[in-house]
């Protein structure tokens, strides 16, 4: 099974007791926060729940699948998702 936004937004609805309307609104400004602050190269740490940080990638020789031809990898930026304590045990139960 799988909980795609409608499905989430409909649960926090219910859990925060707010309308469908208000727990979008809450779900994207999260979304937002979270955007931002790794766009800006700083972490955010939500105790339980989780930690996103930005990482940096060097650029690398790497090789075409196909070919095996070296090819350069460019420098880039991503981001480390680590789940927290809440996270974990959930799953563990």
């Known amino acids: 099974m ?8 409909e649960r926090v609805a219910e859990r925060a007791q707010l309308s ?3 727990a979008d609104a809450a779900l994207t400004a999260v979304q937002d926060v979270l955007a931002d602050a ?6 955010v ?7 996103a940080e930005p990482t940096e990638r060097a650029a690398r020789t ?7 031809e070296p090819l350069e990898i460019p420098a ?10 809440v996270l974990k045990a959930a799953v563990r139960a």
């Open 38 to 43: 790794l766009r800006d190269g700083v972490a």
């Open 62 to 68: 790497g090789r075409h699948p196909r070919t095996g």
């Open 20 to 22: 469908r309307a208000q």
């Open 45 to 51: 740490r939500i105790p339980g729940l989780l930690v």
């Open 2 to 9: 799988t909980l795609n936004r409608p499905d989430v937004v």
């Open 76 to 85: 880039g930026r991503g981001v480390r998702l680590a789940p927290g304590s």
